[in-house]
């Protein structure tokens, strides 16, 4: 178990919570190559700026959506162990995957000082609970080391934020110079894991660096229950081939957490398993299959 008790406890105390080493080294490495394919090393970048002018144009928005290409970085998106951490918190084996993005971060390209804020609108119609199903657990996992001046996340722990109003969710500094008093950086290494809650104030710093990349992948989990919350319905990106290719790859489990319906489900007929079967030729419909003839 790589989320242990005590990083849950510490996560419902604070709302938030490092992980360190939450990847294996072959999963770190699978994961920076698979990056690469869509964002260059800081020194690609230095040595050949004219290749890569979008990412000096739009530096504070160099992100891209599952399903990506390769195979390391939506297994990670739907890594078994967040699936069981979320399942736990939750309370509920129903649990949905509704937003995963990298997000590449270059030194001297562009300001990525942010002030605290709560993530939840664009992650819900209401305002976020964070008790049983009602959360939404937000994760990030580094794929490079976060120093200092490599802009570190900031956090503000729930215990001194816990009586604060929701809304609005965003606080600036000239207004709550308190708040900025009490956030501390999140520095971590490659391969660890952020964990924190849609009520925990948090906001990315500048890079204080004069060169360095900076790779992290973002992941929302949410409850199914619960149509009000989500970024995504994943079903928008059925025609991509690199969401073909990851639904043929993947477990049943793992397509469960992005929309797909388990073995079981009342979905599933002679015709449904023939038809996906056929969409999918590189799907093993066994389980699909073989939990219908249980059924009968």
Known sequence: MR????????LRQRGYVLVPGFLTADDLAAARANFLRYAPTAEELAATPERYSAFLEDAQNLQTEFPFAGEA?????????????????????EVLLSQAAIWAKYAGTGDFEQGLHLDYEGNTLVVPREDGDFRQVNFILYYSDVTPEMGPT???????????PIWPPFRTRKKNPELYKQEKPVLAQAGDLLIFG??????????????GARFSHHLVYRAAS???AGYH??????????????LEKATPRQREVVGFP?????????????AVGARYQGMDMTPYRSALQADR
Do not use: C
């Open 233 to 246: 319905q994943w079903s928008r990106f059925g025609e991509r081939p690199e969401m073909k290719a990851f």
């Open 3 to 10: 989320i242990t008790p005590n990083h849950e406890s510490q």
């Open 262 to 274: 388990p073995p079981g489900h009342r979905y599933w007929n002679e015709q449904t398993v023939s």
């Open 198 to 211: 849609m009520r925990t104030l948090h906001r990315a710093s500048a890079i204080a660096a004069t060169s």
């Open 226 to 228: 619960h149509a009000f």
């Open 154 to 164: 900031f956090v503000v722990s729930q215990e001194q934020t816990r009586d604060l």
């Open 73 to 93: 970085l939506n297994h990670i998106s739907t890594h078994p162990e967040i699936i069981t951490f979320v399942e736990r918190l939750l309370g509920t084996p």
